[in-house]
């Protein structure tokens, strides 16, 4: 099974967050850029910048 994740492209964050789909990985990832930077991303461009990544992985995508 994969999984998607996203790499928080904020300066200085690098915050991975990683879902089970699209759509839990736009809001998982529009939740955490309003709270920790009071910003909004774009589906389309949180989308564009998702990798596929298997369970159980837990390194970076290469
Ligand atoms: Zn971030």
Redesign the pocket.
Known sequence: MKRKQFV?L?AG?E?VIEANNDEELVRAVQE??AE??NSFELEDFILAGATEVDCGTTGPPP
């Open positions: 928080c904020e964050c915050r955490h850029v920790a930077h």
